[in-house]
C-alpha cells in the first residue's frame, strides 16, 4: 500500500542480461548459451531471434510515431480474405472460389480483395498468426494485449501502453486525446487495464459516414454553432460565483480546462473531426459506409499526431449467411484499408505510421454446410491472417504459411506476443522492457520463453 | 528603530488590507459578525492575526445550506428544503439543519463511501475481496456510522476482528492489504489509523510492529470464496515473541493466551496515544475544511508540523470530551465561524488558504456530482459489474454515493477522479478539472438526454405561471437558491434573442447552471 510509482516518467526500464540466471550471476552471456537457453524453454520452436536479449539495454531507436489498428471484431475468415485456398473447392471455398494476383509472383488473394491486391507492395501478410483460443473474449485480449489471461493482472490494450510511453507524459500535447477508438470502445475488457482510467481511448461515438459526425461532447446533435456560441455566453454571464472569485489559481485552472474544450467544440481543434473538409472524390475512394470513412478519419487523426487510434469494426462473426456477409463487407474493407495505405503513401505517412488490420482469431476454413448454419463458419484461432504496414514495416511479402487446408500453421508461428513486441520495437519501446503498475511494480510489457509461453519471434524479417 | 520598523510594517500592511476590501457580494456573502463563537474560531482567528491575514466575509444562509449538505451528506438539497430554509426565521435554523443532517441516513451512506475508500474496499484486482465480501463489508461499516460507534471502539473491532468475510466483515480489512504479509497488514494500519506513511519509518520500527499481525492466519472453507481470518495460536506458541516493541519505542509482554492484535489496538486507541485522535480529528477537519491543519492528511512525520498545533490539540481534546463521538466532531466543526466563512477570501495572501481564511472551493466528489444531476433532472444511472454474482445487481434507483464496490465501472466516475482504491492514500481521488470533464458537462449527449428528457424539469415547467418563475424555480433546484435580478435579466434576454425558440431557452439556462462553478464546487 502507499507505493508510489517507481518511475513515472514513463520510460521503460530495460533488463540487464535479462531475467535469466546467467545474467544474474553476472557470467556473461554468449549468444550460443543464450540460443541453448532460449531452445530448451521454447518447446522446439525455432526462434527468429535468438537474441531475446540483446546486450544493448537502450530502448531501440522509433521508426513508428503512430499506430492505425482496423480490429475486425468477430473474427474475419482468413481463407475468404488474405490466404485463399482456391483447389479445396466448395466444402472450403464456397462460392469464393476465384482469388486476385498481386504484383508479387505467387502471391494471390481473395476474389473479393481486388484493390487491396494493386497495393500488395505497401503491406506484408501474415499466414500464420496463432494463440489457438476459440473464444472471443479470451482471444480478443490475447491479440490485443500480446498477453495471456490467467494471471492476477489485468494487462492494458496495446494502444494505451503506446500512448502511456509516447502520449502526455512523453511531451505530446495535442487537444485531441493521443489514443482514440472509432467509434465504440471494446465493451468486454477494459483498454487500460491495470493502467487506470487515464489510460482509456477516447471513444467519438457517432458515425463518421453520417451527414455530421457527432463526436461525443465535440459535436452536440440539435444544437447549432450559434446557439453554442449563445450558450456559451449565457453561461459567462451566469456563472456568478465564478465572476466572484476572478483571478484565484482554481479559476484559471477551470478557465483553461474550458477554453481548451471550446476549442474542441467551436474552434479548429474540433474540425479534424469534420469529414466535410475532405474531398467528396477521396472519400468516395475510401468508401461512404463507417469502416471507409473511419479510415479517412484514422489518417486524419494521425495527421494530426494522434498516436493510436483503433477502428473497432463489428460484424465479422459470421456463423450464418457467411457468404452474402462477406459479399458486403469484404468490398468495404478491401476500398478503405487499400485507399488509407495508398493515401498515407502519398503523404508520406506511411513510413511512420504502422497499420495493423486482424480479428481476434480466423474462421473454420471447412464451410459450416449443415443447418442451422446453412454456410457459416465457426471460430479459429489455430491459425489466421494478419496485415501489417509502414512505420518499418516492409511490404510485398508473406510471413509463414498454413498448411494446405488452412487448418495449422506449418511455418513461422506468430504469437500475439511476437506482432505486439514488433510494434514496439518500431515505436521505440523496448518490448522486453516493463511498464510501472500504479501499485509501485515494474510489469513485463510481454511474457517470453522463460514464463512457459511459446515463441516465434518478432517479425525481424519485414522489419 | 524598533518603532519606525513598527509603522513601516503598518504602512506595508494597511493598503495590503483596504486593497482586500472588496465590495460585498450579497449572493456569497453576508455582513454577519465573524466574532469568535467559539474555541476552534479563537486558535484559528489568533493565528490569522499573527500571520496578519484577514479571514473572509461569513457565507450567506444559502451559501450555507447547500454547503453543509454537499459535505455531511453528499446530497443537494431539494427545492422544497432550500425554500423551507431559506424563509425560515428561527436564528438558530444553521445549527438546526447540522442537527438534523447529521442524523440522516444519507451520512452513513456518504460517510461509508470515504471509509470504503480509505479502506480499499473492491471486489476485483488488485484488492481482490470478491462482490459478498464487499457488500458485507460496506454494510458493516454504513451501519456502525449509523449506529455512530465510538470511533476507538470502531477501529478496535476492526484491529481485532476474526472470523468469516462474510459473516464478520471487519476481517475483510486483513484481506484488502497489498499483501498478506505482516508488514504490509503494518504498514496498511499505521496509514488508515495512524495517518503516517511507514515506508518513511526507519525499517526497523516498521519491523517491530509488524510482529503484532505475524499470527494471522487465513483459510478456506466448503463456501465459495468465504476465508476465515483468525489468531493462529499453534504459530504463535510454536515460534511468537515474549515482548514486542510499539512504534512509540514502549517494549510490552506478550501474553500467550492473548492475540497480539489486541495489545497493539488497546496502545493505539489509548487516549496518550500520539498518533489515534490525532490522526482522525485531522482527517475530518480535512474533509470538511478541504485541508488537513497537517497536510496530506494521511503523511504525519516530524517534518510535516501543523500549520496551527493549537487547532489540532484543542480538537484532539474535544474528541476526549466527546468520548470519541465523532459526529459530535463533525457538529462542533460544522458550527464554527470558520466553517462558515464564505469562499471569497479577502486576502491576497497566498498562505490565506493554508490557514483557513476562507473555505476552499472544491469540485464536487465524482458520485455526488453524478447524483445531483440525476436529482435535478429526476434521472438514474446504470451500474453492472463484470463479476456475475447475485451481489453484483445495482437498481437504477441506486445512489452512486452509495455504491459499495469500487470495482464497478463507470466512464463518469473515473472521468471524475473517483479514486481506483488501490492504495487508501487520501490523494487518490481527484477533483482537478480537465479538458475531457469540461468536454462532458458541456457537450456530452450524456449530459443533454439528462437534461432534454427530464420529467421533472418538464413538470417544473408546467407548474409556472410564468417564465420567471419557471427560472426562480430551476435556481432553487439546481442553486439552492434565488436568483437575483441581474440574473433573471440575462436569462430574460437570452430568451427573447433569436438563438432560441420555446423551451430552448429554458434548457440553456439548466445547462448554464450546472456548468456554473456554483453547481460544479462546494463552495
Not at chain 1, 462460392?95 to 502471391?107: E, Q
Not at chain 1, 449443415?370 to 501489417?388: C, D, I, K, Q, Y
Not at chain 1, 514488433?422 to 511498464?435: A, R
Request: net charge neutral; aromatic share 10%; charged share 25%.
Amino acid at each position: 500500500m502507499n507505493a508510489k510509482p517507481q518511475h513515472t516518467d514513463g520510460r521503460l526500464r530495460s533488463y540487464r542480461g535479462g531475467d535469466s540466471l546467467l545474467g544474474m550471476l553476472g557470467i556473461p552471456i554468449t549468444r550460443r548459451s543464450l540460443l541453448q537457453g532460449s531452445l530448451l524453454g521454447a518447446t522446439g520452436f525455432w526462434l527468429t531471434d535468438p537474441l531475446g536479449a540483446r546486450a544493448d539495454a537502450e530502448p531501440p531507436a522509433a521508426k513508428a510515431k503512430a499506430v492505425i489498428h482496423i480490429w475486425l471484431w468477430g473474427g474475419p475468415s482468413h481463407i475468404d480474405t488474405f490466404d485463399p485456398k482456391p483447389d479445396l473447392g466448395n466444402d472450403y471455398c464456397g462460392p469464393l472460389r476465384a482469388t486476385t494476383a498481386t504484383s508479387t509472383a505467387g502471391v494471390a488473394l481473395g476474389e473479393l480483395l481486388p484493390l487491396l491486391a494493386k497495393q500488395f507492395d505497401k503491406y506484408t501478410i501474415i499466414r500464420s498468426s496463432t494463440h489457438g483460443q476459440n473464444g472471443h473474449e479470451t482471444a480478443a485480449y490475447m491479440v490485443q494485449t500480446g498477453n495471456q489471461t490467467g494471471g492476477k493482472l489485468v494487462y492494458p490494450h496495446v494502444g494505451a501502453v503506446v500512448s502511456k510511453f509516447t502520449g502526455y507524459e512523453a511531451g505530446y500535447k495535442g487537444l485531441i486525446p493521443p489514443y482514440i477508438v472509432l467509434t465504440q470502445p471494446q465493451g468486454r475488457f477494459s483498454e487500460s487495464g491495470f493502467l487506470g482510467p487515464r489510460y482509456k481511448p477516447f471513444a467519438t461515438g457517432g458515425d463518421p459516414n453520417a451527414k455530421r459526425f457527432l463526436v461525443e461532447g465535440v459535436v452536440a446533435p440539435g444544437i447549432s454553432d450559434e446557439r453554442q456560441r449563445g450558450r456559451r455566453e449565457l453561461l459567462t454571464r451566469l456563472n456568478s460565483l465564478a465572476l466572484a472569485s476572478q483571478g484565484s489559481e482554481q479559476m484559471e485552472a477551470v478557465a483553461k480546462a474550458e477554453q481548451e474544450a471550446y476549442d474542441l467544440i467551436l474552434g479548429d481543434a474540433g474540425k479534424v473531426f469534420d469529414l466535410a473538409q475532405e474531398d467528396d472524390a477521396l472519400r468516395a475512394r475510401y468508401g461512404r459506409n463507417t469502416l471507409g470513412q473511419s479510415c479517412l478519419m484514422a489518417r486524419r487523426l494521425v495527421e494530426k499526431g494522434v498516436r493510436f487510434v483503433t477502428i473497432n469494426s463489428g460484424g465479422w462473426d459470421t456463423h450464418k449467411e457467411h457468404f452474402e456477409a462477406m459479399r458486403t463487407m469484404l468490398p468495404q474493407l478491401d476500398k478503405g484499408v487499400s485507399t488509407l495505405l495508398e493515401d498515407l503513401a502519398d503523404r508520406g505517412l506511411l513510413e511512420s505510421t504502422i497499420v495493423w488490420c486482424s480479428g481476434e482469431f480466423g474462421r473454420t476454413p471447412q464451410v459450416q454446410w449443415e443447418a442451422p448454419w446453412n454456410g457459416g463458419r465457426n471460430h479459429f484461432g489455430a491459425v489466421f491472417s494478419t496485415l501489417v504496414a509502414g512505420g518499418g514495416f516492409r511490404g510485398g511479402a508473406v510471413v509463414g504459411a498454413s498448411d494446405s487446408r488452412a487448418s495449422e500453421v506449418v511455418d513461422r508461428p506468430v504469437y500475439p506476443w511476437d506482432m505486439i513486441g514488433s510494434m514496439y520495437e518500431l515505436l521505440g519501446i523496448d518490448p522486453e522492457g516493463e511498464i510501472a503498475h500504479p501499485q509501485g511494480m515494474d510489469v513485463a510489457l510481454l511474457p517470453k520463453a522463460s514464463d512457459g509461453v511459446e515463441v516465434g519471434g518478432r517479425l525481424k524479417e519485414i522489419m | 528603530m524598533k518603532r519606525r520598523l513598527g509603522i513601516a510594517i503598518c504602512l506595508v500592511l494597511v493598503p495590503n488590507l483596504l486593497a482586500a476590501e472588496r465590495t460585498l457580494d450579497p449572493t456569497f456573502e453576508s455582513e454577519g459578525s465573524i466574532s469568535p463563537r467559539g474555541k476552534i474560531d479563537r486558535t484559528v482567528f489568533a493565528r490569522l492575526r499573527q500571520e496578519r491575514i484577514a479571514p473572509a466575509r461569513l457565507c450567506t444562509d444559502a451559501v450555507f445550506l447547500r454547503r453543509v449538505y454537499v459535505d455531511v451528506i453528499g446530497t443537494l438539497p431539494t427545492a422544497e428544503e432550500a425554500q423551507r430554509f431559506l424563509t425560515d426565521a428561527n436564528p438558530n435554523k444553521r445549527r438546526d439543519l447540522i442537527d438534523a443532517l447529521l442524523a440522516r441516513d444519507e451520512f452513513a451512506e456518504y460517510w461509508a463511501l470515504k471509509w470504503c475508500d480509505l479502506l480499499r474496499v473492491k471486489a476485483e484486482f488488485p484488492v481482490n475481496l470478491w462482490p459478498n465480501a464487499v457488500q458485507a463489508y460496506h454494510r458493516w461499516l454504513k451501519t456502525s456510522l449509523q449506529a455512530n460507534l465510538r470511533y476507538d471502539q470502531f477501529v478496535r473491532a476492526i484491529l481485532c476482528s476474526s472470523g468469516s468475510n462474510f459473516r464478520d466483515p471487519q476481517v475483510n480489512f486483513y484481506r484488502s492489504a497489498q499483501t498478506k504479509q505482516p508488514e504490509a497488514l503494518a504498514r496498511a494500519v499505521a496509514l488508515t489509523f495512524m495517518g503516517t506513511r511507514a515506508e518513511k519509518w526507519p525499517p526497523e520500527k516498521l519491523a517491530e510492529m509488524s510482529v503484532f499481525f505475524s499470527y494471522l492466519g487465513y483459510k478456506k472453507t466448503a463456501e465459495w470464496k468465504e476465508e476465515i481470518v483468525y489468531f493462529d495460536m499453534q504459530k504463535y506458541l510454536a515460534e511468537g515473541p515474549q515482548t514486542a516493541v510499539l512504534p512509540d519505542g514502549t517494549t510490552v509482554t506478550l501474553r500467550p493466551d492473548q492475540d497480539p492484535r489486541e495489545v497493539f489496538a488497546d496502545w493505539l486507541i489509548s487516549p496518550r496515544n500520539p498518533y489515534f485522535a490525532k490522526c482522525i480529528v485531522n482527517r475530518v477537519w480535512s474533509w470538511l475544511l478541504g485541508r488537513g491543519i497537517i497536510h496530506e492528511p494521511d503523511d504525519i512525520r516530524p517534518d510535516n508540523p501543523p500549520v496551527n498545533p493549537k487547532l489540532l490539540e484543542l480538537l484532539e481534546q474535544e474528541l476526549f470530551a466527546a468520548r470519541y463521538d465523532l459526529k459530535a466532531l463533525f457538529r462542533l466543526i460544522l458550527n464554527s465561524k470558520v466553517y462558515q466563512l464564505s469562499s471569497i477570501p479577502q486576502s491576497d495572501n497566498p498562505d490565506a488558504g493554508r490557514y483557513f481564511a476562507y473555505y476552499p472551493l472544491r469540485r464536487l466528489d465524482a458520485e455526488v456530482l453524478v447524483d445531483a444531476l440525476c436529482q435535478i433532472t429526476g434521472t438514474t444511472e446504470e451500474y453492472s459489474s463484470a463479476i456475475p454474482e447475485p451481489f453484483t445487481f445495482i437498481p437504477p434507483h441506486q445512489r452512486s454515493i452509495a455504491l459499495a464496490d469500487g470495482s464497478i465501472t463507470s466512464t463518469f466516475l473515473e472521468m471524475f477522479g473517483r479514486p481506483p482504491r488501490d492504495t487508501g492514500l487520501e490523494s487518490e481521488r481527484s477533483t482537478r478539472p480537465s479538458a475531457a470533464q469540461r468536454l462532458h458537462l458541456l457537450n456530452s449527449s450524456h449530459i443533454q438526454r439528462k437534461i432534454q428528457e427530464s420529467e421533472r424539469l418538464r413538470e417544473l415547467v408546467r407548474g409556472s405561471a410564468s417564465p420567471q418563475e419557471t427560472a426562480t424555480r430551476i435556481y432553487l433546484t439546481i442553486l439552492a437558491r434565488l436568483p437575483t435580478q441581474r440574473e433573471l435579466q440575462v436569462f430574460e434576454r437570452y430568451s427573447k434573442s433569436d438563438i432560441v425558440q420555446g423551451q430552448e431557452a429554458l434548457i440553456d439556462l439548466v445547462w448554464a447552471l450546472i456548468n456554473s462553478v456554483e453547481f460544479l464546487y462546494r463552495h
